[in-house]
Structure formats: structure tokens, C-alpha cells
DNA sequence: TATCGGATGATAATTACTATCACCCAGGCG
DNA sequence: CGCCTGGGTGATAGTAATTATCATCCGATA
């Protein structure tokens, strides 16, 4: 792991040109419309080598939308996560969960429950090798998190029940989950 | 990473005891007062492994205290890490933030000021080894999340200018911050 | 180009915290 | 062992980020 592994902005932006490029017949595909806010928020977002909030592409679409909506922004970006044309850095969870066990270990989550489970692989405690730095940056840890889907959620996906949920997922079922063994109603 | 990989039952039973017994003397040496609602928390998570969330941990204590607040039970969870007899497993990210570089990658993130650079270690893709499932997990994927302090961070750490920052770390300064390049205040 | 359902903008509501502040009590002191 | 004092607590208001609602709009197909 040396400075290379820094995704460079050159490779970034050849790698912008050609997914907006495709960004419309990957909607086509999907059968979502094209809409001139859709295609502005992928464009920001895909020229973004900084992991945006939702709030800063709303901030950048503004000057030349200037009556887009923050909630269409939001949506926009969570529709993207849901047809695989953008990831969400801050993954599984919509709640702080805290963990007791202190020792050195990374987490198993279900991505449709939330359900955590400590796992314990002691290769992932040496992922850095002893590195200190990279590139300007100091190294501190690093956590794993390692995304699943435990058996209840297995079955009740395959049964047709409907899949995912997180905050900001699209549709509008009131669904039964479970969040920590606790099952409650959630809406979307 | 074979089923013994999942962290059991059993082990965290007798890891809470000895946890428990030294929590006393380790707030002492922190310098942290021993009060009743501090031990239950620390109890009531450590006896816990199920990552809870504050809530959770509100609601198994207000059976034995049912005027615990529910502001005290966030309080002392941070200060539980704060001082590390716990973690947080959704570290660094007080709201979501997306990245369209959709090819596989994983993110070095300033524990400061939250800057998040891609990082591209071909070795973290094959983590799981082609592995398909941990007992009933199905496994899907993965993601590395390397803590890190940043150039510009570091500088400003070393100079005394005051250290970390996150939703919910205690103390009460106002503090300039930068947020994905965008220099704004922020409160604590 | 008429139609229709998905998309949008405006805004209210919700969730998960955090700040504030008056009161309380843990722990050092005499 | 009973004061003192400041950190800790409970109650509650406030805030930030996101989601829900709904009337209106407009992209896609016929």
C-alpha cells in the first residue's frame, strides 16, 4: 500500500466521462425516467472525488437549478445507491450502535435486519502491516465491516416479502423488520 | 474465517465479568465520578451482544431505574468511549455521504475532519476469499474503512488547537472544522 | 399530441441526537 | 461523619438530517 493506491483525480475524471455517458441507458434500463435533475445530480455527484453530502450537491445543482428541491436531491442519491450507480460511504446504519467488547475485532451486518455480529478474523487485525502513513495522511485503524444476510432475512427475501430497507430506500410498503432482535414497524 | 470466526455467547459472558469488575477503578483513574446510572449503563452494554443502540440500552434500564434519562444513557455511552471502555461500531459519519465511483474501492477517512479519500488496496477486494457464507450469513461483500488523520490535521492536533470532533464527543468549545473542503463551524 | 404514472417542489413531520439549566449527590476535606 | 463543591443527572427545548405527504408537473409510450 503505497501512495498509488490513492485514487488519483485523472483517473477520476476519464472514469466520470464515461459513466454519465451511460447514465441514460442505465436508467432506460431500469425504466426510470431521465429528468434533467436526475442527470444533474449523477453529473455532480460522479465529477465528486469528496464523497458529498446530500447537502453539497444540492449546494453546487443550485446555481444552475435554481428551484430544485433538497428532498429531490436526497432521493435522487438514495436512487442511484438503489440501481447500483452510487454507493453510500456511511453504510448500514441509521442509528449509533455501540459495542462493550473493546478487543480487537470487526462486525458482521445484515443488510436488510441491521442484526450486528462481532466477528473475529485476526488477519483483518493487520490489514495496514505496520504501516504509519499514506501519502500526507497519519494511519490510525481500521474496521471492517463485512455486509450479509443472516438466515431469517435470507428466508423472508426469497419469499418474495420484499427486500432491502434504510433510511432512504424507495418505496413505500410499511415493512416488519427486526433491529437488534426487537421487531418493530418501520416506515418508508 | 470458519464459524469459529463469530465471537460467541460464552466468551462475552465471562469478558463481561472481568470488564464489570475493573470498571470502578477505571473511571477512578480517569478522574470520572462512580455513580449508579454509569454502572448500569456499563453493565447493561457489556452484558450485551447485540450492539445496541441508546435507546435499547434506555429501555433495559429504566426497568431497574425508571427515572434514568434517556439524554443521561447517550451521555454516558459517549463518555464510555470516550475513555474506551466501548466503541462505536458506525464510526466517523454523522450523515451519509455518496460516492459515484460505483468500481471497487475502499475509503481513508480523517477521524478529524472527516475528509474521505478512496483508497484502492487490490488485496482488501479478496478479503473474504471467495468465501460465500459464515454460519447462516450469506456474505455479500465488504468494506475497509482506514482511520487516518489527515495533513493539514495533523498540524492542527500537534499545535494544541484541540483534537477530535464528532456528534456526541464532550466538550464545549465551538471549533472550526472542515467538511468535505468546506470550512464551516460547528458546534459541541 | 393526448394520456398517465412516475418525478418533483414545497413543506410538515420524524428521528436521533445535543444543549441548556436547575438541582443533586459522589468524593475529598476537615 | 457531616459540610462543600463541581461534575453528573433529569427534564426539556432545540437542532440537523432525512423522510413523508401531496398537489402539480412532465417524460415516455401509445
Known amino acids: 500500500m503505497n501512495d498509488q493506491t490513492l485514487v488519483t483525480d485523472k483517473w477520476r475524471a476519464a472514469y466520470a466521462a464515461r459513466r454519465l455517458a451511460e447514465f441514460t441507458s442505465r436508467c432506460r434500463e431500469r425504466g426510470l425516467a431521465i429528468t434533467p435533475q436526475r442527470v444533474a445530480v ?96 497519519q494511519l490510525l485503524g481500521c474496521a471492517v465491516e463485512v455486509q450479509a444476510l443472516c438466515g431469517e432475512c435470507r428466508r423472508a427475501a426469497n419469499s418474495g416479502v420484499r427486500t432491502p430497507n434504510s433510511r432512504g430506500q424507495t418505496h413505500n410498503l410499511k415493512q416488519r423488520i427486526t433491529r437488534e432482535g426487537e421487531t418493530l414497524w418501520r416506515k418508508h
Open 42 to 137: 449523477m453529473r455532480v455527484l460522479v465529477a465528486s472525488g469528496d464523497h458529498p453530502r446530500a447537502e453539497t450537491v444540492f449546494a453546487k445543482l443550485r446555481k444552475e437549478y435554481p428551484n430544485i428541491s433538497l428532498a429531490t436531491v436526497h432521493r435522487t442519491l438514495e436512487t442511484l445507491c438503489a440501481i447500483g450507480e452510487a454507493r453510500k460511504v456511511t453504510p448500514l446504519h441509521d442509528s449509533a450502535r455501540y459495542d462493550g467488547n473493546t478487543a480487537p475485532h470487526h462486525h458482521l451486518v445484515c443488510v436488510r435486519c441491521r442484526k450486528i455480529r462481532d466477528i473475529d478474523v485476526p488477519e483483518f487485525n493487520d490489514l495496514l502491516h505496520g504501516r504509519q502513513s499514506l501519502g500526507e495522511f
